[in-house]
């Protein structure tokens, strides 16, 4: 196809459908109508022609209609004026009375000029043979001489004879002149019937290219059109890809492009879909930690993952189409594969923990959901089941449960082997120290000598005591089997009452005891007893060991968040070599200081033990001027409500104020 | 009317049963109560006769050790309470060296009036004795004259 039909062709695929109806339908209609109009034209032409012919053929007879009446008009006067009978007088009259009406009528029928001319000549012959018979009817009726009246009917007779003549002359050429113009006219009317018929077929050629124009135009323009747009949307329908479509302007067009877009839309969420859902399947298919797997609603495998298979063992194509009641050993398969879609089935999930059996009929304990999957509908489509394999994760439980028993045991054996301890050493002790002390009892009797010896054992013995006491102190807070009371303290409250409760044992020393910094309102968490005994242990040891100096201090303040007690002395101090033991079981920094102190050397570290399970720390540091213990405790969380903690607090301070010179006695360590 | 104080005569001629598996305990005890003057004193060191011996000595006070082979010394006071009259007070006194807080409210639920650790101080022990036996004496009384309690 060359390039300028092309253009036509693109040019009338971009025109609209109403305006290529508009043509399709207007192309032959147009023909139809010249077709019609050069009918009506042409027969028109032929009625004319037609009519013509029968004027000429009127003229002709008419022409010889006057020669014959007037002819007979005359040979009828001619026989009146021989018989004067009045019969021959009847063509005369007849001529008189049809002549005005034939004439008439010729001379509304000639049209041809030359015919007209001759005409009136007639016309005029016509009038002057009336008049010449006329003369001769009353020729023959007058009387007079009947000689000259002859004579004069015999000039009359002949004058009419050259008048008929010259008519009849007249009347040849008018005939002779009308057939030529017959012939002419019949020429004209076949002419004119020969130019209808060529237009007629001219016509009947152009209607019918017409319409095949307009038929090839519509099928190209449209029908093929629609058919390739039907033939797409067939595709669309089966998702396949869309054939290719001329890019035209019109409705078809408009349409053909929506439809690829749809297409290009419908192709672009399919591949998403297609994407995501391959996606899915490798993941699911990839994941080995977990067997998943999907039932159809009988319970039959319907899709296998890598997990399933690690830890199941079958292959997909060996379990697919199977019943998932094979995973359960004989004990658990009659009832709990239906009893768990049962639950599916009802409450959306089922979970279990129990044995599971593998495709080589080993078992491994199962973490096992099962869900159930419903359509749109509500229709139950299958179960998505996960399986997980966690016999490790129960063996480790089952350890770790044994492993704390066994602890549990452990520590209640320690528990009894402490408690058994303490029974067999005081058992002997009670005798050891009760005789001792029935001996001081009655030591009148004895001399100096057997008191001193009476008083050592007894000495060692209450030294056994407090060994023993602190000993199975720090292994029963070691073991864990020494609650810890852990309480509320006020502070400010405490320190007084260990103000008090020491004072004898600092002032027996020789010493000041001071309270300083007092706390004021602070409240610490602590064991209350503990907390005294430690306390009381740290004071004592500052009496003990400060020999030379005034004062042993207790002091107590908040510092970053926790309450600091401290206990200070203006003693020798502690040698640096010797801080690093200080707490340390059995260590008493020296010999010389056995000799004058009391104590089993075990209260520091009974201390730190103490200090340590009520949540705080303890440690040495080199005072002013002696030694100084500093140890901590957690604040306790609510602050103190003022009213009740004041009030003991200031009536424990009036005894510490007072005092009390009761003797107190204290178990100091 | 105001009650007669008790004598120490009267205390002194009470009888008492010490239970002990260590004899160096019961001869403590023994030198202790001898020391303060204590006629009717028996001792046993074999806690199976216990029951026998309290049946047959029907003793004024008992002091029990506890932690003993054999017999334990809750299941003789289970024994001992099963076997007390209502209107009776027969106070039994529990030395031991278990120290444990379990140990002391145990004995004093199944009956025993008193509770001292090992090892004790003797004096503490006899002072003890004295205030339980009085007790005794003083239960005794009003026992067998009801009217001194409507005073």
């Not at chain 1, 399933?308 to 009659?334: N, V």
């Amino acid at each position: 196809m060359s390039a300028r039909p092309a253009r036509i062709m693109r040019h009338w695929a971009n025109q609209p459908l109403a305006w290529k109806g508009l043509v399709v339908v207007a192309l032959p209609l147009a023909v139809l109508i010249g077709a019609l109009g050069s009918l009506y034209i042409s027969s028109r032409v032929e009625a004319q022609a037609e009519s013509d012919v029968r004027r000429a053929f009127a003229i002709q007879r008419d022409t010889y209609r006057v020669h014959a009446l007037l002819a007979e008009a005359a040979a009828g006067v001619r026989g009146y004026l021989l018989t004067r009978e009045e019969r021959f007088l009847e063509p005369y009259r007849k001529a008189e009375a049809d002549l005005p009406a034939t004439m008439a009528r010729l001379d509304a029928d000639i049209r041809d000029a030359e015919v007209r001319a001759r005409f009136e000549r007639v016309q005029a012959r016509t009038a002057q043979k009336r008049e010449g018979l006329a003369t001769l009817v009353a020729l023959a009726d007058s009387p007079g001489d009947p000689a000259t009246r002859a004579a004069r009917i015999e000039a009359a007779l002949a004058a009419n004879k050259v008048v008929l003549d010259s008519m009849r002359a007249e009347i040849d050429n008018i005939q002779r002149r009308e057939a030529v113009l017959l012939d002419q006219r019949r020429a004209r009317v076949e002419s004119v019937q020969r130019n209808f018929l060529i237009l007629t077929v001219i016509s009947a050629l152009v209607g019918l290219l017409g319409s095949l124009a307009a038929v090839y135009l519509f099928s190209t323009g449209i029908v093929r059109r629609v058919r390739l747009l039907e033939g797409n949307a067939e595709r669309l329908a089966r998702g396949e890809e869309l054939g290719p479509f001329p890019e035209d302007a019109d409705e078809i067009g408009r349409l053909a492009r929506r439809l690829s877009l749809a297409s290009q839309l419908l192709r672009a969420r399919e591949q998403d879909l297609r994407e995501s859902e391959e996606r899915f399947r490798l993941v699911v298919e990839g994941v080995q930690d977990y067997g998943i797997f999907a039932l159809d609603p009988d319970g039959v495998v319907a899709s296998w993952n890598l997990g399933a298979q690690r830890i199941k063992g079958w292959q997909a194509q060996e379990i697919l189409g199977h019943h998932f009641s094979r995973f359960y050993p004989p004990e658990t398969r009659d009832y709990l594969p239906g009893r768990m879609l049962d639950m599916a089935r009802q409450g959306g999930t089922a979970e279990d923990e129990g044995w599971r059996l593998r495709k080589d009929g080993s078992r491994f304990w199962a973490n096992v959901v099962i869900t159930a999957l419903y359509d749109d509908a509500g229709q139950l489509r299958g179960f998505a089941k996960v399986t997980r394999d966690i016999t490790e994760r129960r063996r480790t439980e089952e350890a770790l449960r044994q492993a704390r028993e066994e602890a549990i045991a452990a520590n209640l054996a320690k528990s009894e082997f402490l408690s058994r301890t303490s029974h067999e050493l005081r058992t002997p002790l009670s005798a050891i120290l009760g005789f001792g002390q029935l001996l001081e009892l009655d030591e009148e009797q004895f001399d100096t000598r057997h008191r001193a010896a009476i008083g050592q054992i007894t000495k060692a013995g209450r030294h056994l005591l407090s060994l023993i006491n602190d000993l199975l102190d720090i292994s029963s807070i070691e073991a864990g089997g020494s609650e810890l009371e852990l309480e509320r303290v006020d502070m400010g409250e405490m320190l007084a009452e260990m103000h008090a409760l020491a004072l004898p044992i600092v002032a027996e020393a020789g010493l000041d005891f001071r309270l300083e910094p007092d706390p004021g309102p602070l409240a610490a968490t602590a064991d209350r007893r503990r907390l005294t005994q430690v306390i009381l242990n740290l004071v004592a040891n500052a009496a003990k060991y400060n020999r030379d100096g005034t004062f042993v201090r207790l002091g107590c303040h908040v510092l970053d968040g926790e309450a600091v007690v401290e206990v200070e002395d203006d003693g020798p101090g502690i040698a640096a070599a010797d801080v690093p033991r200080l707490f340390t079981p059995f260590d008493r920094l020296g010999q010389q200081s056995r000799m004058r102190v009391d104590g089993s050397g075990l209260g520091l570290a009974l201390s730190r033990r103490l200090v340590e399970a009520m949540g705080g720390q303890i440690a040495y540091a080199p005072g002013r001027k002696g030694a100084l213990f500093r140890f901590t405790l957690p604040l306790a969380a609510r602050p103190a409500d003022e009213d009740k903690a004041m009030r003991p607090r200031k009536a424990a301070r009036k005894a510490a104020t007072a005092k009390s010179h009761n003797p107190v006695e204290t178990n100091a360590k | 009317m105001m009650a007669q104080p008790v004598q120490r005569e009267e205390l002194l001629a009470r009888r008492i049963l010490a239970i002990d598996d260590e004899e160096a305990n019961v001869l403590l005890l023994a030198s202790l109560l001898e020391r303060e003057g204590y006629g009717d004193v028996h001792y046993l060191t074999d806690p199976a006769r216990a029951m026998e011996t309290f049946l047959a000595l029907q003793p004024d006070i008992v002091l029990l050790d506890l932690m003993m082979p054999g017999v334990d010394g809750f299941q003789l006071l289970e024994a001992f309470a099963r076997h007390a009259r209502e209107d009776d007070f027969r106070p039994i006194l529990v030395l031991t060296a278990d120290t444990t807080l379990q140990a002391r409210r145990r004995a004093l639920a199944l009956g025993a009036k008193d509770f001292v650790v090992k090892p004790f101080d003797i004096i503490e022990v006899s002072l003890r004795i004295a205030n339980l036996l009085e007790t005794r004496i003083l239960y005794e009384r009003l026992r067998q004259n009801p009217a001194a309690n409507q005073t």
